[in-house]
């Protein structure tokens, strides 16, 4: 494994950072195609939707996500600064699932996972994409706020050494 050719917080590091990355492939996704979509009319939007079956799959990067990001969190503690920021990051990535589950998951079930056209269209459409496109932008910053914790941990800063 891993851990027997690198320290035990580099390996941390690295998957906290490979499982936030792949959360911020699909939140992407939702991104760039959010002007598209919102100008699609009902039934070419729900045809659209079909697209995103299996993307349920990406929950284990999540899981991921939160996981490693938390035990970085942890490891890195007792250093101000990147303590501080892995936490944010965790945080970040906390809210996500807040937002997810308040103002998507509502929607996916409402539609039964868009098979089902609603009666407000453009209320649910604008609440599913929308949530999307904030969680697209908190999971982007949650891999900043990340990858500088990363950067600014003693463990990763080469220290000078005395000659003499």
């Known amino acids: 494994m891993l851990s027997g050719v690198f320290p035990a917080i580099d390996v941390v590091r690295l998957f906290a950072i490979v499982f936030v990355a792949i959360c911020l492939v699909p939140a992407g ?3 760039a195609e959010l002007p598209n979509k919102m100008a699609l009319p009902p039934g070419e939007y729900m045809i659209v ?8 799959l990406f929950g284990v990067a999540v899981f991921g996500a939160l996981v490693f990001t938390l035990v970085h969190t942890m490891m890195v503690w007792r250093e101000p600064i990147p303590g501080g920021l892995s936490l944010l990051s965790f945080l970040a990535l ?12 509502p929607m996916n079930a409402l539609t039964q996972n868009w098979t089902v056209t609603p009666e407000s269209f453009h209320t649910v459409r604008q609440q599913w994409e929308y949530s999307h496109a904030v969680n697209a932008l908190i999971t982007f910053a949650a891999l900043v706020l990340l990858t500088l914790s ?3 941990s ?8 005395a000659t003499g």
């Open 29 to 31: 996704a939702h991104l």
């Open 49 to 56: 939707q079909k697209i995103y079956h299996g993307w349920a």
């Open 94 to 105: 906390a809210g996500t699932q807040v937002i997810f589950w308040t103002y998507t998951y």
């Open 150 to 152: 990363v950067l600014l």
């Open 154 to 161: 003693r463990g990763h800063v080469p220290t000078a050494t």
